[in-house]
């Protein structure tokens, strides 16, 4: 019996200690997979924009999320959001890039913050305006997939740099 | 031994499931304080607001957290940080506030999503300007205490509302 319980702690706190470490092996694991999946659903919305689909775009964000675009009180919802999407993409010479500077993801791979910079030109290309900015982008993992809780931005100057 | 390979087995089984357990009634304690913990240090936020604070108002902020406003470069740090609030409380007639309208906090409780508006008047009470606008700031919690690693604010009116 005295082989049996130490036999039994001994496996008891193999079997804790493994839970732990595989949590903590399973989160870096995860970081790395989940900053890849963001990066990657960040060049599908690039895509996405490029094509001018609005509606494909408004999928990107969870059932509450919200877009608040200078100038406009906050779209929340896959109809407002699609409607403030449909309206950018129908300015004249709508041009929009932009690239994720940092990526941080929550230690349990539900939660992410992404801070980055934009550039928008509109116009004809001999008469174009340039509006560069910042932008965050917090992304929430719904049922495995990386979804946008909200997205913000704002440019850098005061006004438009415009070249004619 | 049959006897003893059963109780361990269910010994195992039980550790196993109390350790699930204790982590999801954890997380849904921690919820609840973290989401107060936040709203109490939007309190602290506002109070230092209004003494001027600026430099305890930088405090607030991760290490490499960041400024995003309106019309100027992202500051980053805390010396950035303490500049551009500095400048803001230096406009005349300068008074700020803001409410949260929805937090989110992540799973593990080291991040959140904290959505919200803000009002904003600067000027004499007899010619005064308002602003309102939306903002988000993201949460990290460093070291047990909750720090704004992102904040970022726009107007919702393409114009400020001046009331002479």
Known sequence: ???SKALFAGLLATSLIGCV??????AAQGAG??????QDTNAQWLRLIKDGNSAAVAELYTPDGAIMPPGAPKAQGPKAIEKVWRGLMATPGFRL???ADD???SSAGDMALDRGTYRLETGSP???????GKYVVVWRKIEGKWKVAADIFNSDGATDQTST
């Open 126 to 132: 001999s008469a174009s305006t340039q509006d560069v």
């Open 1 to 3: 019996m005295q082989y």
């Open 97 to 99: 890039t932009f690239k």
């Open 21 to 26: 470490e595989k949590s903590e092996s399973e």
């Open 33 to 38: 997979a989940d900053h890849q999946a963001i």
């Open 103 to 105: 990526i941080t993801v």
